[in-house]
């Protein structure tokens, strides 16, 4: 395992400390923007543990590109996720006196990678009945190496970090302990109980699948727990309830104490009308469910970062059937199947409820690449479950095509992410646009450019530009808000044009 990991490292080495810019970045410098907004103010405690972007110096104050909540201070706090995604890097970055930089970012997303592929590994022991160092453990190792080498996975397990990324660790925590569950014969201890109640609870501090998959496995054991007249899975039940609502909770009580629950209320209800895609005039982009063209991107982003995947899946499926046809009990088993559809499930409930979103941005499919993953690896142990039944003399004969066809893959896999990932797709702009305002404002100025200050400029340019796309608007807001000095970033094709030191009596000076 570690081997395949080092693999992927080697595979992945071109794109190691480069320049932030290209496909989806901008959610790792909002990451690394945070971060550096907390390091150089004193820390997440001064800022009720909520992922601040405001810098530090005076004229940064009221500016809320990235949306969000604006405290007294003029401070601005995203508050779309709950804030773990930011809180576990900054201080893992912090406990090895590390800086916060892209390269370090990406150093940490590469241990996540490892650790999260190790989970989804002892979620298929788990799941296909396997013991580790008494089975053979084809299918965990080789759903280990295809969550190592999807070209989505390289790429956004590598180059980008965000909220999404890190809830692939706790989407596969959450299935093995729920799994663990459905294997109790007897009433859990507390020990089990109190780690259930953590991975619950941390899986909905990141990201609101979590919630989803809680609560359709809660429900099955509703379900269950009622026709049965059962009363094995009451504290199970308790726990998931529990460690939901201190979850929930917890996150409401910390942005509300921002700026008071009502502008955290409304800037939720906002950002939902946008990323839920059920209005076509709130959607973003117009991206939504009545848009036909919607399901085309999706669909399209789902391929680009999984299509090998998708092909494992389809020759899974068909191997299913064949051993289907060879035995009628190499059909899933029935916890398999409780896990699948739970999993299916919330899967499906995330798309719907969040379809803007997951159409919009393709890191939104990391977690359907997970499920199809997971399927496979199900689909090829009941196929060999049915051959072993029929003919267990020459059942290893089995592993040959699946070997074969998943290292194509895996090889094609890589390919794919070399010529989508290159350097030759390297744009500096934002880079360069950063280090302009970083050497050409002072503190006290007051940083104006003419397009949208994106992530990538606030984390090189360790401030927050305001867009005004002429300089006559940039004057007038000094004026209006009492502002005697500023810089303002003219740009041409993404890049710097000219750079003038400005004032409130309409004074300008080219300085760059």
Known sequence: MLVLFAFSIVVRQSNFNQPLGRHHEWISAHTLVTMKAWAERGGPEHFH???????????????????????????????????LAYLLPYYSLKLFNAGFTSANLQIYSLVLHFFTAFMLFLLLIQLTGKKIYTDWLFIPLLGFALYLFAPGYLWFHSNVYFVDVLMQFFLFALLLIFHK?????????????????????????TEWLGVFISFFFFLFLFVWSILKKSR??????????????????????????????DKFIQASVDKYKMRSGQSDDKAEYGISISNPESYTLLNRHLTNNFITVENILGFSVLLFLIGLMLSKKSFVTLTQGIILLVFLFAIGLHIFVFFNFNALHDFGTLKTGALMIV???????????????KWPRYSYLFFIPVLLFCGV???????????????????????????AIKTCAQADEKVFIDIWPCPEIMYYAERNP???????????????????????????????KEVFRINSAGDSLKIK
């Not at 810089?487 to 890049?495: A, K, L, P, Q, T």
């Open 409 to 435: 893959k895996i090889l094609q896999s890589i390919d794919i992410y070399q010529r989508d990932n290159s350097l030759a797709t390297l744009r500096k702009e934002n880079l360069e646009i950063g280090h």
């Open 466 to 496: 305001l867009p005004e796309k002429e300089m006559s608007n940039a004057i007038k807001f000094m004026r209006d808000f009492g502002i005697e000095k500023g810089v303002y970033i003219r740009s041409e094709n993404g890049g710097v």
């Open 181 to 205: 569950v459905l294997l109790l014969e007897e009433k859990p201890d507390w020990k089990f109980l109190s780690l259930l109640f953590a991975i619950v609870f941390l899986s909905i501090y």
């Open 232 to 261: 094995k899975f009451i504290s199970v039940m308790l726990i998931i309830a529990a460690a939901t609502s201190c979850s929930l909770g917890t996150t409401f009580l910390q942005y509300s104490s921002i700026a008071g629950s």
């Open 375 to 389: 399927f496979s690896m199900v689909f090829f142990q009941r196929a060999y479950h049915a051959i072993n039944s």
């Open 49 to 83: 543990f909520a992922p601040l972007y405001t810098f530090k110096n005076v004229p940064d104050k009221h500016v809320g590109v990235l949306g969000g909540v604006e405290d007294s201070n003029g401070d601005f706090y995203y508050v779309s996720y709950p804030p």
